[in-house]
């Protein structure tokens, strides 16, 4: 059994040499290699890779993931505190438990709760991308984009990252000013945050290396490395960056950014233009790492 071009949406046809065209290329000829060893399981898998159904349960696993992790946190933060207060030796009342509850829900929005919170996020991602991707051999890490296509004009692609990154932080500022100017309430990400406005510089480090490090690092691979490129190569690079970019919007969601979720999809489309133009993902990591940076040094400041 083969996968016939005409499987895959004509609109990258339009594209030769594009990075796109490669992409849809590398896919055919592994599917052409699985074909002629008669992998019919392998076979199953790639070709369904790409496709609404697959995209929609891998995004649903991913929420479900990071929503067990978060109550994990939660459960084990209530129970830290509840021993370190000695709650369960006193015994439990409701004015004990009240307490402890809220001790636990005032850690979570400290920098070091936030900065866990984040963390699970991000292994949430990464549990996505191994179980469903990684595992079954459908991608590797180096097709997603951690491997030898870095070393493809690594400083053409960091410099274009960073011209990316400006384009994206002017796209997603023209955007809250628009809402803004709209009565559009655009400060959910900031309350949130609040208690990183002039923390201690030892709890500011962590919460500041999952923001600027590994959530570009994991956001990167899941939306540019996995999700962009899948879509890209079965429907086009229109569905591809409009897809990956309102997904990526909408994870934020669960960090309760509100109606910045609209300007975060924007620079998200925009983050996905620039992955489309070079294929190496150091210019998606530097435009990522970019932007939150200046929202961490503006979040700190303010």
């Known amino acids: 059994m083969n996968v016939k071009v005409s499987s895959v949406s004509p609109a990258t046809q ?16 592994r599917v052409e290699a699985v074909s002629r060893l008669n992998d ?38 209530v129970g830290v505190i ?18 402890v509850l809220k001790s636990a829900a005032d850690w979570l929005i400290s920098p070091g709760g936030l900065a866990v919170g984040a963390l699970i996020t991000q292994l949430s991602i ?21 491997g030898p296509s870095l070393r493809d004009r690594p400083l053409r692609a ?44 030892w709890v500011f480090i962590p919460f500041a290396l999952t923001a600027a490090v590994t959530a570009p690092l994991a956001e990167e691979a899941f939306f540019r490395g996995y999700m962009l490129k899948a879509m890209s190569v079965r429907y086009g690079l229109p569905w591809g960056i409009g897809c990956s970019s309102v997904a990526f919007g909408a994870l934020h969601l669960l960090g309760n950014v509100g109606y910045e979720a609209i300007a975060l999809a924007a620079v998200g489309a925009v983050l996905g233009w620039g992955y489309s133009r070079t294929g190496n993902m ?5 435009a990522h790492m970019f932007n939150n940076v200046i929202g961490l040094i503006l979040l700190y400041n303010m």
């Open 14 to 29: 339009r594209e030769p040499g594009s990075v796109v065209e490669r992409w849809r290329e590398l896919y055919l000829q």
């Open 40 to 77: 019919r399981r392998m076979l199953h898998r790639l070709q369904g890779f790409g496709t609404w159904p697959v995209i929609l349960v891998d995004l649903i696993l991913l929420l479900i993931i990071i929503l067990i992790l978060s109550f994990v946190l939660l459960f084990g933060a």
């Open 82 to 99: 509840a021993v370190h207060d000695g709650a369960f030796t006193k015994g439990l009342t409701s004015s004990s438990m009240s307490a």
């Open 126 to 146: 990464v549990a996505v991308l191994y179980w469903r991707l990684i595992a079954p051999r459908i991608m590797t890490w180096a097709d997603i984009g951690y």
């Open 158 to 201: 960091f410099l274009y990252g960073l011209g990316v990154g400006v384009a994206a932080y002017a796209v997603g500022l023209i955007i809250l000013t628009i809402l803004q100017h709209f009565n559009v309430d655009i400060n959910g990400q900031q309350n949130t945050l609040k208690s990183v406005k002039h923390s201690a510089i």
């Open 282 to 286: 150091i210019t998606n990591v530097t």
